[in-house]
């Protein structure tokens, strides 16, 4: 027979009213701190904190889940083969359980003092709060001047995308209320770092929008995720942004690659010909160079949150040899028949290579990049 046990206590088990979605990467040494600060500074707002972890090679969701043994206020989303700041936050907040979701970074470099004035703003009746550092009182903290001039120079662009509503549309550190998010959801862009600026453009209806000025703090331990790619990700969602979903920023990618791809195989082929290799034996060899190429530069770039390695990387390139060969000959299907129809050898060529550059995108996203791979993504 079981014996009655003891009324288990479970402490802090409040429905939360904010629910705080914090992406990590590597930050293991910052989230016991980083849990301590915001209870600290919240008070009695019954909270929540969901740490979104892309299956970190140092672990971080091992130290979240240990925390979460003894406090259920802390909870681990941990993501296994996938990266991505964006997806993560998304995944985070379709998640939580507060009426408002906060979204910041695991790395203190967001002032969690300012929490409690950002959900004023919002129990106030503002839809959205934003943690800026260009208005008055806030500030960018220690960044190199190199650092200060981009990051202006962007949130110029931003806002002329989404228009005046923010000092800071390029923020990492914003509150709304969730049926916010619930409303965008569609529209979101999954790649990138710049959700706000997205969940701005997206939201179907007017926001109301408040900005809480904070200081911008030096990382507390560990190294920055930014890289030449979040720029890149940045004009791609602009293009998204403008064309209204009508050009993703991978396609855009995609077909760059391309581009870049066709200049390696005239520079191969001119140099073997050069070389005195007979034409048909040269084209060959650069075809063969341009495919290679073009997969191991996709693979790298384009398709950074869903990179193939090993043994994957080897079969990806022999899928991805096949579409493109089937790609070629329906590009010059196309051509044929643009010129059987009496356009120009140039227009085309033109339909030749936007038929194959389409085919191939749509034929390599799903059956080289499509599957879903259960493996550590690092
Ligand atoms: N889940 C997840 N979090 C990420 C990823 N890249 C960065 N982060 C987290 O996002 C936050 C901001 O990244 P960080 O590298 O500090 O960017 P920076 O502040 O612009 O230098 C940090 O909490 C990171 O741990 C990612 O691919 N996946
Ligand atoms: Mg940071």
Redesign the pocket.
Known sequence: MLESAAPISLPHLATPELSLV??????RA?IAPLVAAVGAALGDIAWEILI???D?PDR?WEEVGRIAMTDPRVRCLR?VG????A???IEGAMAANGAVIAV????F?HDETILPAMYAAIAAGADVAVGTRYALGGGTGEWDERRVRMSSFATRIARALIGNRTTDPMS?FFMARRDVFAASIYNLSNQG?KILLDLLASYPGKLKVVDVPYTFRN?RA?????SPM?IAEFAFLLIEKLSRGLVSPRFVLFALVGGLGLIVHLLVLSALIGLKLNFLPAQVAALLVAIVFNYAVNNEFTYR?RRLTGMDFVGGLVVFAIICSIGAIANIGVANLAVEEHASWSIAGVAGAVMSAVFNFGGTSSLVWGRRRWRSAS
């Open positions: 914090v992406p990590s990467y590597n930050e910052n979104v972890d892309d970190s971080t993501r996938r990266r991505g700041l997806s993560a936050v910041m970074d695991a790395d470099q990492g770092f990382r560990g190294d920055s995720k930014i979040v949150d």
